[in-house]
Nanobody
């Protein structure tokens, strides 16, 4: 079992920045692929970014490429999502997720463990 707790959400103006954190506890975090997803009201949960177990490779949705950066510090059991140049359409609840063996990195169903989410609101 892996427990995930997100933090760092809040209200920010368009063009601003936020950094989300996902703190893990339980089993060895470095054994898990980790992803960030988001869900806006009335919409399905969608992939944002993912990072390999070592942190050597990262993957992004086209909508955030060039603006968001995912990273991890396995010594601190934490994954981060640095979000720059935020837009109102980035408003959503952001979730951290993890899985030991991964197939399709952008698929919600591929991830076994989820955090409770943190709200990000971008005002225009």
């Amino acid at each position: 079992q892996v427990q995930l707790v997100e933090s760092g959400g809040g209200l920010v103006q368009a063009g601003g920045s936020l950094r989300l954190s996902c703190a893990a506890s339980g089993r060895t975090f470095s054994n898990y692929w980790t992803g960030w997803f988001r869900q806006a009201p009335g919409k399905e949960r969608e992939f944002v970014a993912a990072i390999t177990r070592s942190g050597g490779n990262t993957y992004y949705a086209d909508s955030v490429k060039g603006r968001f950066t995912i990273s991890r510090d396995n010594a601190k059991n934490t994954v981060y999502l640095q979000m720059n140049s935020l837009k109102p359409e980035d408003t959503a609840v952001y979730y951290c997720a993890a899985r030991m063996i991964l197939g399709v990195i952008s698929a919600v169903g591929e991830y076994d463990y989820w955090g409770q989410g943190t709200q990000v609101t971008v005002s225009s």
